[in-house]
């Protein structure tokens, strides 16, 4: 009986010196505890620190609300030149389109006054594009302001916000392109079925993975919307201006469409003069229509 006594006090004091001596050797190292894992989201939590913030800063909502204020004028704005823009675009393309059916069937005759309408209507086009762009432009900026005050949302109720910027950056980005693609499938559904489809398809693909935020899906979509957009508007269609089918009136398949003349020159004089070329037409349909 004193034997097993003895043993137990032996196993309890090896025990004991065991223990220490790892505490001692945890001390030595500097090696530190493992951190705890960080509280649950509460929503409720996050909704009274907001609510507490803004009645110590009373500035916090002012803020928000300008940057909201901004967003919206800039977004109202950016969508309406891009609209006239793109409205305007298939006005021109339609009317080319109906007299050349019409050519086509004899029932018109191509002379000076088509040349000289043609070209009227291919000035309008060339200031087309820059102002397409600019008021992408004005709509991935106005996103961007809508979205910042969530920086500042984050910041207060505590969730991490660090690369916020970034974030709301890149959010305003594929946003913008969603929403313009969408439009352009609206305004050109009417005369180019095939070409809406595909801005159809680009932005719905983009707004169901737009809500995910992974970075992965974001740039492999931003990579397929670019050089499917770019095979589908530009190369394919140079392929067969080059190599045209022979069984087709135009030389290419009935499924690929254009949206009109949408080149991009890098040179400021070209861009001047188109916008020169835009004022000057417009000049001439107001006087037009006044008189």
């Excluded at 109906?98 to 191509?110: G, H, P």
């Excluded at 595909?198 to 737009?210: A, P, T």
Aim: hydrophobic letters at 45%.
């Amino acid at each position: 009986m004193s034997g097993n006594i003895g043993v137990a006090r032996i196993c309890v004091k090896a025990t004991e010196e065991a223990s220490e001596a790892t505490s001692e050797s945890n001390e030595s190292t500097g090696q530190a505890e493992l951190p705890t894992a960080p509280p649950p989201f509460n929503p409720r939590q996050a909704i009274a620190n907001v609510v507490e913030y803004q009645e110590a800063h009373p500035e916090f909502a002012a803020g928000i609300a300008t940057w909201i204020t901004i967003g919206i004028i800039l977004f109202i704005l950016g969508l309406l030149l891009f609209l006239y823009s793109e409205i305007q675009a298939v006005l021109v393309v339609r009317d080319q389109d109906f007299r050349a059916k019409l050519v086509s069937l004899n029932y018109m005759m191509e002379g000076k006054n088509i040349d000289d309408l043609n070209k009227e209507e291919n000035a309008t086009m060339r200031f087309r594009p820059y102002l397409s762009i600019l008021s992408m432009l004005l709509i991935f900026i106005s996103l961007a302001c809508l979205f910042y005050p969530l920086c500042d949302i984050l910041n207060v109720v505590g969730l991490p916000s660090a690369p916020c910027l970034l974030i709301v950056s890149f959010g305003a980005l594929f946003a913008s392109i969603c929403i313009a693609t969408f439009f352009m499938f609206v305004v050109w559904s009417c005369t180019r079925t095939y070409a809406a489809l595909v801005f159809l398809l680009i932005s719905v693909s983009g707004s169901f993975l737009l809500p995910t935020g992974n970075p992965i899906l974001l740039l492999l979509w931003m990579t397929v919307t670019f050089g499917g957009g770019a095979a589908y508007f530009w190369f394919v269609p140079d392929h067969y201006q080059k190599n045209p089918l022979k069984d087709s009136a135009n030389g290419k398949p009935s499924w690929l469409q254009d949206i009109g003349d949408f080149s991009i020159s890098t040179d400021g004089n070209e861009i001047v003069n188109a916008i020169h070329e835009k004022i000057e037409t417009e000049g001439k349909r107001f006087k037009k229509e006044k008189v």
